[in-house]
């Protein structure tokens, strides 16, 4: 490479400067800093600002050598110019150094703005001037006359931009009467001068005093007139000059009118009026720029008007208008006529009855409307026709007054079941039947019938049969004026011949339409249609099936309107068939092996049918040829007649190409062995004898087959690449012939499997293999010859598994030979030169080919000896070059001493010699080792040094120049030695410096060096030991120290050693400035909040003044800031209110405002605007600008007013429905319902201060699920109407009116509130009175009822929407590429959320969500999920909200989803009650109920011993006992063996007797076992516990069931009737026994299933009936889309609102 040149320029600090340069090469470049940072790099040219520094450093170099290392190859002359540029300013292009022209004398400026020349920055020139001493109070307003394109601003007093316009600023002049424009050029807003505009202008100021009032301004001065007066009439007062007339007269007016009539206005003036309708609180109703309002007058019969000026909308008076006026009402009763519902309609005895629309007052009552019924053919088709004198709307009505048709201009359909058509008329656009139209006029209505009857043959399985063709005739009939299922005809033509051609044949005289045929297949399928005729081949079943039908019913099921009689005709034709063994493939005539000669002939046969695929006839030959597959094959075919030759697959049969030349150029058999080929005549292009001609042919084939090795493809004709692929186990073999022999190649291998490439000799015989490349010679025969296989199959004997495909190259190259040699190439040869310079050429021969031995480097070094150089010099090469060289120095034996690839510097020798050689980069061993071409002039610069200049006395600290102390200023200059060689070691550094001694001055006070120069200078400052303090670049800045004596240096830059180490030439001026600051002045006591001024209660103004210490001198830390702030504590002022605090201040101040801790809550460099405290204390603090933290940071001085006024809104009207959870549900049956819309105006300037304005939210409830709705608004103000989900998510929004399909929960939500609160927040300002009504359109407007007539419906809701939801699941659009749906429904590259902190619900206003409500019961209200409490049908246990619907009474009562249970208690129990009013158990008998509920024995009832045995106890024996002992343990061994039995029994009989007689043996045997009596002989304890569990179990068994069949089970009945238990509440028993949980989905399809009242949770938890897909959501069990998902675009027509791009 070569070296990037470096150039440092000394220039004035700040200027701009440029380059230019003259050169004939690529260049670049690099703008460094002082310290060698690379700052920039530019391909053309440098612009840039001057550092502090005064030094300039650029570098250049050739392109692309960004580092500035000399990475390029380019060379070349240049001339490089810095060019300066210094800004200019006319004085005033800052606030603070405005123009100040005196108001009192002139109210005109005239100036320019200046251009800019300066290259460094785009800004422009801007002027700031100061109107004085203009009218207080005044309305001011300025005129431009400029020939650029300006921009003015207003700035107040502190230098804060109060406006900005791009021609004009209107205002009002400030208390200190002065007004300071700023004029710039557009856009510069900001006014810092960005722009490029310059031009002289006239700047003019116009003042115009305000306007006063007419007294009738305002709402409470309102003009009250009489009852009776209708019109009035005045003036609207002129205002000020344009454009000042910002607030204009307006006058309020009272006409008093009958409570509830219809009213409406004219207005007639002078000027463009406006007519405003108020109520006697100010809202606003509507607002007319006709002057025209109709409406409903007041309840209290007030109706308040306002006359204004185009365009004050809002009734402030904003407007410039003035004149006379006259405004008139007049009032009339709605009017009404018997027939305005469809389900009284009039009845018409014929089909034609005449009536007429009364008119109706704008605005008063809803227009008329008339409905008849009549009574035609049920099922029959009906259509009116009308005479009409106005613009119509018809509808057709069922009997129960249900809309089912409508038009504009006649309504069709068919006839009701029932016979009952009403039939209804209104005026146009009041598609509804609401009223809502203004029409009127006379009707005649005419309704007419009409009816198809089918003929049989309307369907595939009732077509008429004909047999053989035969014609057949018909007739069509359909609907004209319904659509409806018209008349077709199927016919079905037997016993045909197949394969024979057909062609069908109309006659028709159809009255309307056009007839159209189809055909279908042998299952019903329409195979097509025509509305010609079918011309085509008979099918294999000799059976074709055809339908006529009328025009337009391509699906044949009899949508057309189509008429008349037809007859229709089947031609039959067959063509004959003759062959000559040889017309297909299959029978190809196959000749003998290398024939290449066939002659034969081609016949011709007529075809005489309109089928164009039933012609086989005329001749074809297949001919195949046996030819060698390595051979390439030419084919010519000649013939008598125009033949057409194809070429075949031999594999499979299929064409491969054909030739109307009959030639065919290098063929190859495939792997048959065979080319086949047809003969044909032309145009017979498939080769199906599709041709008339006949004659004689010869196909004759030559053949190339090469010297290629056996196996191997030939590549012909020079060619060098091959694509094929290969399997597993294949190998491929290419023959490349006809190469340059001796040339290099290369093999090149693009693959999609593993390859290996091997290379072949002529015979086949194996030389090397690569498994990426081979690189070789070509051979003599010119032939190459490669095999492809898979790796690793090295030996090519297909011993691999690879598979795909790849394609084969050979890159061809060779090398040339080398020029003849220059006779300089050593250094015996050398040339001497005696002069400073030589041209000569280097020359090298290039390897170009990738071939080892095939190039000998023979490249060039040229020898030099210049002589007659001056001994002692230094001698520096520069080579000018095309190529990149590089250069040798040689001594004088010729031996290397330095080589270099750019430069050599070197002393010139005794000699005056120097040897050099010249060669190409990198040939650093002189042997001609390297690859360059090129020309070049190689010069020798001789330089030398220069012998430094005498001392000037004062060179260091010790011999300074002492300066008194009345001498601050002293000259001098400064010098260096610069090395001037580019040879090291011939140079001895050497620079001035000068030192000074100033004094003495005052200890303590600040000294500031300033220097004038031509050099870049370095100052340093020194204590008196001669130790340096401080040293800069520019300026030293310190304290005088105590002795009184400043010690500095000059130097050059960088010095910092100050030795004279610089390079650095020049003269100067160095200068000493003292200064230093005055103390500050006493404190005014309310510095700080602990000691505020706390003013008199009700205060609301202060005056005082804010001072500031000026730091006067340079130097830091010699001025103590001790700056003013002023606390204030204003008190007795209303909580709540807006406070408003002006400053009148003659500096730049800053207001702050406290909490009563003292922190800082907020500061305004101008007006502080806030709310007043809870506790009616305001905590201020005045200081100057910038100190924002109140702590004296200022420098600002002056005087100030602190002024503070207060404000408050309106309240609130009121509130109870202005949220969807707090809505007005009205009862089943109200579908219409009004109220009005209040709103609040902002009248304080605080933000978010302002109360939102109404709006009503309400539901219908009870309406038809599935049925198609409509709103319609009756509204004296611009609303938006919104319809909410049950959930509280606003599905949609409209201007004008919603269009929906109801919810299964039969629920209609809807929000009103007044444009464009679009999120229903009451985000407005305006209202007025509304009804709502809700419309049901069951036909949907007449799109129909199902799921495409409700999407279409619901898509009126889309109009003027690109985006969101369409309210029914579908939506209006969606917005892609990073674009947002926003509130509006309008799709935004850019959307800021609307979602704020305490928002957790709701759209975001970008087409998401601030997030979801998740509790079953809440619902989204005012961005906040609000949970309804719901006790429906609940006396008890939770609302779903955390509360109550109330406790149970009963001791026992526990609450089971939401009813009171009584819950039984009988833990421990034996007997008794449970508690509710059930017992818990029994006694046995002798047994009764104790204490603690336990069955205890009752000594009433126990029996003795004489109860049993007749005898008293003590005259038993022991006789007896025995006796009894015995029969008494027979009988309990008797009921042992006989216990099934007895359960049988026992169950047989009254099981109560049974169990009582088994119950009093057992106590008799326990007693006498037990008692006093008992011996040995007894039953054993044992013994008598078995026999009484078998008792318990018998009880068990009769009184509960059998252990048989209740084993396992804990419910059910028996088959005896028996129970084995039940299930409690909520749980049902199975087949087998078992209480499991119930649960009934019916009718549910998400959510929870109903379970019954009083089940347990515990038991029964509650369980799902399904969930929702994506994108749905559940609503009343049902899911419904939610309001967002996949979008399908739709657009509208205007005036339709159908879809017409769908």
């Known amino acids: 490479g070569i070296n990037a040149e470096y150039g440092e320029f000394s220039l004035a ?86 123009t100040q022209v005196d108001g009192a004398v002139t109210r005109s400026y005239t100036s320019n703005l200046e251009p800019n020349t300066s290259p460094c920055t785009s800004s422009g020139d801007v002027d700031f001037v100061t109107f004085r001493n203009l009218p207080v109070g005044n309305c001011f307003y300025t005129l431009m006359n400029r020939g650029f394109d300006e921009v003015l601003g207003w700035y107040a007093s502190n230098g804060t931009l109060i406006q900005y316009n791009d021609n004009q600023i209107v205002g009002k002049v400030p208390s200190d009467g002065s007004v300071t424009i700023a004029v710039s050029g557009w856009a510069d807003t900001n006014f810092i001068g960005s722009h490029s505009y310059s031009g002289n202008y006239n700047l003019t100021i116009v003042t115009v005093a305000p306007t006063t009032t007419d007294g009738d301004d305002s709402l409470a001065n309102r003009t009250v007139l009489a009852a009776g007066v209708t019109s009035y009439s005045s003036n609207l007062a002129p205002t000020g000059a344009a454009p000042c007339n910002i607030v204009g007269d307006i006058d309020y007016l009272e006409f008093q009118v009958q409570s509830g009539s219809c009213f409406s206005t004219t207005t007639t003036s002078v000027f463009d009026s406006m007519l405003g309708w108020v109520d006697t609180n100010g809202t606003i109703y509507s607002v007319r720029d006709d002057g025209i309002i109709s409406g409903i007058s007041p309840n209290n019969g007030k109706l308040v008007l ?60 809803t227009g008329d409307k008339d409905f008849y019924l009549f009574l035609l053919p049920a099922g029959s088709c009906f259509y009116t026709t009308q005479n009409v004198t106005f613009d119509e709307w018809m509808g057709a009505f069922h009997s129960n007054g249900t809309s089912f048709a409508g038009g504009d201009s006649s309504v069709s359909g068919f006839v009701p079941a029932d016979g009952v058509l009403i039939v209804g008329i209104t005026g146009y656009p009041d598609t509804g039947f609401t009223g809502a139209h203004t029409r009127n006029g006379t009707y005649r209505i005419q309704v007419s019938t009409e009816t198809v009857t089918p003929d049989g043959d309307n369907t595939l399985q009732t077509a008429k049969v004909v047999t053989n063709a035969s014609p057949v005739s018909g007739s069509i009939s359909s609907y004209t004026r319904c659509t409806g299922v018209g008349d077709i005809d199927f016919i079905t033509f037997t016993n045909l011949t197949p394969g024979a051609c057909y062609q069908t044949q109309m006659v028709s005289n159809f009255s309307s339409g056009q007839y159209l045929l189809g055909r279908f297949n042998q299952s019903g399928g329409l195979i097509d249609y025509t509305y010609s005729q079918f011309t085509d081949i008979v099918p294999n079943d000799g059976v074709l099936r055809i339908a006529i039908t009328g025009s337009g019913d391509t699906t044949f099921q009899g ?448 000294f500031q060096t300033s220097m004038t120069d031509t050099f870049d200078e370095y100052l340093g400052w020194f204590n008196n030991q001669g130790q340096l303090i401080a040293e800069e670049d520019y300026q030293v800045t310190g304290l005088v120290p105590s002795d009184g004596f400043v010690y500095l240096a000059v130097s050059g830059y960088k010095d910092s050693q100050f030795n004279g180490n610089h390079h650095q030439n020049g003269n100067y001026t160095l200068t000493l400035h003292v200064t230093h600051n005055t103390p500050p002045p006493a404190s005014d006591h309310n510095d700080n909040f602990t000691s505020a001024q706390r003013l008199a209660l009700g205060q609301t103004s202060v005056s005082g003044n804010i001072w500031a210490t000026i730091d006067q001198t340079p130097c830091p830390n010699d001025h103590n800031t001790v700056n003013d702030v002023d606390f204030y504590v204003f008190q007795g002022l209303e909580p709540g209110n807006c406070f408003e605090i002006d400053e009148d201040a003659t500096f730049d101040q800053v207001l702050g405002k406290f909490n009563q801790s003292g922190g800082l809550v907020e500061w305004a460099d101008g007006t502080l605007y806030g709310t007043v405290p809870t506790d009616g204390i305001l905590r201020l603090a005045v200081s100057g600008w910038a100190d924002t933290t109140f702590v004296g940071k200022h420098q600002q001085n002056g005087n100030y007013t602190l002024r503070l006024q207060l404000t408050k809104n309106d309240a609130p009207g009121e509130t109870k429905d202005n949220s969807f959870a707090h809505r007005t549900v009205y009862p089943p049956g109200v579908n219409k319902v009004s109220g009005d819309i209040w709103y609040i105006r902002d009248r304080t300037p605080c933000p978010n201060d302002q109360p939102p304005s109404d709006v009503d939210f309400f539901s219908f409830v009870g309406l038809p699920a599935g049925t198609c709705f409509s709103t319609m608004t009756d509204t004296n103000f611009d609303t938006v109407i919104g319809w909410y989900s049950n959930k509280g998510i606003l599905q949609t929004w409209s201007d004008s009116e919603l269009y929906g399909v109801i919810p299964q929960s039969g629920i209609v939500n809807v929000a009103l509130s007044s444009w464009a609160d679009v999120t229903f927040v009451g985000a407005h300002t305006n209202g007025g009175r509304y ?196 029969m008494l343990r027979e009988k309990i061994l008797e009921t042992i063996d006989n216990l099934e039995a007895m359960k049988d029994a026992l169950l047989a009989y009254n099981p109560d007797t049974q169990l009582l007689d088994l119950a009093e043996l057992i106590d008799q045997i326990h007693l006498f076992c037990s008692g006093p009596y008992h011996n040995d002989t007894c039953l054993s304890l044992s013994e008598f516990e078995f026999i009484e569990t078998a008792f318990l179990n018998a009880i068990h068994h009769v009184t509960i069931d059998p252990l048989s069949e209740c084993a396992g089970r804990v419910c059910g009945l028996t088959s005896y009737g028996g129970s084995c238990g039940s299930c409690p509440p909520g749980q049902t028993c199975t087949a087998d026994g078992q209480c499991i949980c119930e649960y009934d989905c019916t009718g549910r399809v998400c959510g929870n299933a109903h379970q019954e009242n009083g089940t347990s949770m515990s038991l029964c938890p509650p369980k799902s009936c399904g969930t929702c897909v994506d994108r749905y959501e559940c609503t009343d069990y049902q899911c419904t889309p939610i309001p967002h998902g996949p979008v399908t675009l739709r657009i509208l027509d205007c005036d339709t609102k159908r879809c017409c791009s769908c």
Not at 27 to 44: C, K, P, R, V, W
Not at 309 to 322: I, N
Not at 1441 to 1462: I, K, L, N, P, R
């Open 559 to 1006: 949508s057309h309107t189509s008429k008349g009689s037809y007859t229709l005709t089947l031609n039959i034709t067959i063509n004959p068939v003759v062959a000559d063994g040889n017309d297909v493939f299959a029978n190809a005539t196959v000749l003998p092996f290398n024939q290449t000669l066939y002659t034969g002939n081609l016949f011709a046969v007529q075809d005489i049918t309109p089928c164009t695929q039933d012609n086989r006839n005329s001749d074809v030959d297949f001919i195949r040829f046996w030819i060698p597959g390595h051979c390439y094959t030419d084919a010519v075919l000649t013939s008598t007649f125009d033949g057409y030759l194809g070429y075949y697959n031999s594999s499979n049969g299929t064409l491969i190409s054909g030739q109307d030349s009959g030639v065919f150029r290098n063929l190859q058999a495939d792997a048959t062995g065979y080319l086949t080929f047809a003969v044909t005549a032309w145009p017979d292009t498939t080769f199906i004898g599709a041709h008339l001609a006949s004659g004689n042919y010869t196909l004759n084939l030559t053949t190339d087959c090469g010297s290629a090795p056996n196996g191997f493809n030939r590549v012909r004709g020079g060619g060098v690449s091959v694509s094929d692929s290969i399997g597993s186990g294949q190998v491929d073999r290419w023959t490349f012939e006809n190469q340059t022999a001796g040339y290099c190649f290369v093999t090149q291998t693009e693959t999609t499997f593993d390859a290996v490439i091997g290379w072949f000799d002529d015979n086949g015989t194996f030389i090397e293999y690569g498994d990426d490349t081979i690189t070789a010679l070509i051979p003599t025969s010119g032939q190459v010859n490669l095999a492809v296989s898979g790796w690793a199959d090295t030996g090519f004997t297909g011993d691999h598994t690879k598979s795909g495909t790849y394609t084969l190259s050979l890159r061809i190259t060779h090398n040339q030979p080398p020029p003849p040699s220059d006779g300089n190439d050593n250094f015996a040869q050398r040339i001497i030169v005696n002069g400073s310079h030589v041209d000569g050429s280097i020359w090298a021969t290039t390897d170009e080919t990738p071939c080892p031995n095939d190039h000998n480097t023979v490249n060039d070094v040229d020898y030099f000896e210049f002589i007659g150089l001056t001994p002692g010099y230094c001698a520096s090469t520069r080579t000018v070059e095309t190529f990149d060289s590089a250069i040798a120095l040689l001594n004088s034996s010729g031996a290397l001493v330095q080589w270099d690839d750019y430069k050599i510097d070197t002393i010139v020798p005794s000699s005056g010699k120097i040897d050099l050689a010249v060669t190409g980069y990198p040939d650093r061993n002189l042997t001609g080792a390297h690859q360059k071409n090129g020309n070049y002039t190689l010069y020798i610069d001789l330089t030398h040094n220069s012998a430094p200049p005498a001392s000037d006395n004062n060179n260091n600290f010790f011999t300074p120049t002492v300066l008194s102390s009345n001498t601050l200023t002293v000259s001098g200059s400064i010098w260096s030695l610069t090395d001037q060689t580019p040879c090291p070691n011939d140079f001895t550094a050497a620079g001035d410096v000068d030192y000074y001694r100033f004094g003495p001055l005052t200890p303590g006070y600040c």
């Open 306 to 365: 306002v006359v204004t000026g185009y365009p004050d909308f809002s009734l402030t008076g904003s407007h410039g208008t003035s004149g006379n006026y006259t405004v008139s009402i007049r009032t009339s009763v709605p009017s009404t006529d018997a027939s305005e519902d469809p389900t009284a309609p009039t009845f018409v005895s014929g089909t034609a009855v005449s009536g007429d629309l009364y008119p109706v007052t704008p605005g008063c009552g």
């Open 1331 to 1526: 009804t709502v009504s809700i419309v049901l359109d069951a036909d949907c407007g007449g799109f129909g009822s199902g799921s495409e007539g409700q999407e279409e419906w619901c898509d009126y809701n889309c109009f003027n929407k690109t985006c969101g939801s369409n309210g029914c699941g579908g939506t209006c659009g969606s917005c892609t590429g990073g674009y947002f749906c926003t509130s509006e429904f309008q799709c935004s590259a850019s959307c800021t959320s609307t979602c704020t902190p305490d928002q957790d619900c709701g759209s975001d206003g970008c087409g998401g969500w601030c997030g979801t409500c998740t509790g079953a019961q809440d619902v989204c209200s005012g961005g906040v999920c609000t949970c309804i409490a719901d006790c429906t049908d609940r006396e008890c246990g939770d609302d779903g909200c955390g509360g109550s619907c109330g406790t149970c009474s009963g001791a026992q009562d526990e609450c089971f989803s939401g009813s009171c249970h009584c819950v039984a208690n009988c833990t421990g129990f034996e007997c008794g009650t449970d508690g509710c009013g059930g017992i818990c158990g029994v006694c046995g008998p002798y047994y009764t109920c104790g204490e603690h509920q336990l069955c205890v024995r009752d000594p009433l009832t126990q029996p003795s011993c004489d109860d049993y045995f007749g005898l008293p106890h003590q005259e038993v024996n022991l006789v007896l006992l025995e006796q009894v002992n015995e």
């Open 13 to 98: 600090p700040g200027v701009c400067a440029q380059t230019a340069i003259q050169r004939n090469f690529d260049e670049i470049f690099g703008l460094f800093a002082d310290n060698g940072t690379l700052i920039q790099t530019q391909d053309s040219q440098v612009t840039t600002k001057v550092p502090s520094s005064g030094k300039l450093t650029i570098a250049i170099s050739g392109w692309p050598d960004s580092r500035f290392v000399g990475a390029h190859s380019v060379n070349g002359p240049y001339n490089l110019t810095i060019n300066t540029f210094t800004a200019s300013s006319d004085g005033n292009d800052i606030f603070a150094n405005a």
